[in-house]
């Protein structure tokens, strides 16, 4: 976290002094004010979020806002904010002269806090202006990671169980089978979140959760799911995944405005048939959407592929689902997502030798140890099991032939 006057002291004692207070507020010794909540100071209680670092409240000069709440954190008055103690300030702004501005404002305050601008919290905000959000997420965790002795662990991108098995397609080479399953069903959102707090009491961060099916707007409780799933701080984005055939009723969309989820589109051609209306939707209610041309491959496995241990190597290298694909299913985080998906399918006659791929986070008995070996395997360089079952993407198949 950046701190001002990082000129008037060495390097050593400024390190020192990020250090000290990181730690307060993560501890509760000290609390987190944002000076400004319009959409730089939202963005950036999520970036606190992703370092659990609480933010307490927001403070504004305009008293329009004052007694209401953004995000589910009060906005309350700079009056206000000047009787508070052990309160540390961050002001929100990327302009350097209304950062000036709101200086000058506090120091005439005269409140026990401290307030802190400087060049890399200036940086990290104008990523943040720009909407460069990768960028500004990860200059925010090096910064907690070095505080924090490297200890820190996140996870790229998480993929739960389907919210829904149902789908209003019946794609011929659907990746996930879904066509050929016998029941369609919707699943609880008790046991996806059982799934998701049982992965968040080992990773400090996930940066995208993705929310599939099926058909996501199909499920029937997404509403409810998504308020639920807004609330968690250590899941940067939420990602809602749709084949751009339905426009669901205006609750879900209000569900997600104002939020960190963002809608996939993916595009399939012709049979995706509304994304327009969708894109469109998503404009009226500031909802972030982005459309995905889809390439399919056959991603189903082989038998009897006898692979060199170089050749091996090269698939896995060459891979582009390895870090994309992290499944939590039924508590056990697969890198691969397609193994649980060839194991319930039945699609291999042997899977003694792949299971334990996986990491099985119902494992209590140690903690620290297991969230180690997470570690190790989401870094990992080395193949998978699975991985001698697999052709890579290297045969393209038509886009959602209909059965």
Known sequence: ???????????????????????????????????????????????????????KFFCDNNEDLWGKTKTGIPIISPEELAHMKNSVVLISFPSQQVVNEVAAQIEQMGGAFEYYFDDNLFYLLQNTVYNRLDTALEIIVSMYKAVMDNEYLHMPILSPRLVTSRC?????????????????????????????????????????????????????????????????????????ITNGTIIPEE????????????LKISDYGDISNRIAELEEKCG????????????????????NLNYSKEQLQELFDGCNIKDCCIRNWDGIIYRCGFQKVWEEKGLLSDFDSIRKDGIDLKDRTNDSELKKRLREYLSTTVPFEICKYCSGNTKPVPRAIQL
């Open 1 to 55: 976290m950046g701190l001002n006057g990082v000129m008037k002291e060495n390097v050593e004692s400024y390190q020192k002094k990020i250090k000290i207070l990181v730690r307060q507020l993560i501890e509760g010794e000290k609390e987190l004010v944002i000076w400004g909540s319009g959409e730089n100071g939202i963005k950036f209680k999520r970036f606190c979020g992703a370092i659990h670092i609480p933010v």
């Open 168 to 240: 209003n397609l019946k794609c011929k080479d659907c990746i996930l089978r879904i066509p050929y399953l016998k029941d369609h069903r919707d699943e609880e959102p008790e046991l996806i979140f059982a799934d998701l707090d049982r992965t968040l009491e080992l990773v400090d961060l996930i940066k995208t959760l993705e929310v599939c099916g099926g058909e996501t707007f199909l499920y029937r409780k997404l509403i409810p799911f998504l308020e639920k799933a807004k609330t968690y701080s250590h899941i940067f984005n939420i990602c809602v």
């Open 251 to 262: 609750a879900v969309f209000d569900a997600m405005k104002e939020s960190n989820i963002v």
């Open 284 to 303: 009226e209610k500031g909802i972030p959407c982005f459309v995905q041309d889809c390439s399919w491959f056959d991603l189903s496995p082989k038998e």
